[in-house]
T-cell receptor, first 113, second 108 residues
Framework: DAGITQSPRHKVTETGTPVTLRCHQT?????MYWYRQDPGHGLRLIHY???????DKGEVSDGYSVSRSKTEDFLLTLESATSSQTSVYFC????????????FGPGTRLTVT | TQLLEQSPQFLSIQEGENLTVYCNSS?????LQWYRQEPGEGPVLLVT?????EVKKLKRLTFQFGDARKDSSLHITAAQPGDTGLYLC????????FGKGTSLLVTP
């Protein structure tokens, strides 16, 4: 299994509070991704990174920001959490471009009350 | 816009039965990937098909990429309870575009 960890694995937070999710990889892959998975919508790309300090928006980026200061770490921040951001968040990595095989972390279940 | 449609959405069968799930699109993809996701875990890559008409086998699982590279199918022979999970297809077209998945339940 690819060495990808996510923290925390579960979080409950209140509306309006900031939340940061962390993804850590030990594979030295260039590309990292954040997805959310919701019933009826499947996996949707939030943001991705193609190198240290290089990021781009995905399909559902509103309300989210990301940062990548080291190859191994990719952070997803909800500046002011809303109930619509209740979801399961997955980090993924790939060795090459955005169309290549991706390896997923175990997920973070976030509940915004 | 959902580029990939997967069918059926849900499938419940008994151990030993055969099944086929489908992944369809009107778009052409450079490759197509299949993932399996078990409850509480992230998706795990099963296979990538690249060439139109390509068939790949992974034990009891057979994957086929359509000749026009717009669709794919996954056939499972003699399903086992361990095959239970969410099967996702993902088409490569500037980014990976995921279908919503087929949820498979195999009961003993």
């Amino acid at each position: 299994d690819a060495g990808i960890t996510q923290s925390p694995r579960h979080k409950v937070t209140e509306t309006g509070t900031p939340v940061t999710l962390r993804c850590h990889q030990t594979e030295n892959h260039r590309y990292m991704y954040w997805y959310r998975q919701d019933p009826g919508h499947g996996l949707r790309l939030i943001h991705y990174s193609y190198g240290v300090k290089d990021t781009d928006k995905g399909e559902v980026s509103d309300g989210y920001s990301v940062s990548r200061s080291k190859t191994e770490d990719f952070l997803l921040t909800l500046e002011s959490a809303t109930s619509s951001q209740t979801s399961v968040y997955f980090c993924a990595i790939s060795e090459a471009g955005t169309t290549y095989e991706q390896y997923f972390g175990p997920g973070t279940r976030l509940t915004v009350t | 816009t959902q580029l990939l449609e997967q069918s059926p959405q849900f499938l419940s069968i008994q151990e030993g039965e055969n099944l086929t799930v489908y992944c369809n699109s009107s778009s052409v993809f450079s490759s197509l990937q299949w993932y399996r996701q078990e409850p509480g875990e992230g998706p795990v890559l099963l296979v990538t098909v690249v060439t139109g008409g390509e068939v790949k086998k992974l034990k009891r699982l057979t994957f086929q990429f359509g000749d026009a590279r717009k669709d794919s199918s996954l056939h499972i022979t003699a399903a086992q309870p361990g095959d239970t999970g969410l099967y996702l297809c993902a088409g490569a077209k500037s980014a990976l575009n995921f279908g919503k998945g087929t949820s498979l339940l195999v009961t003993p």
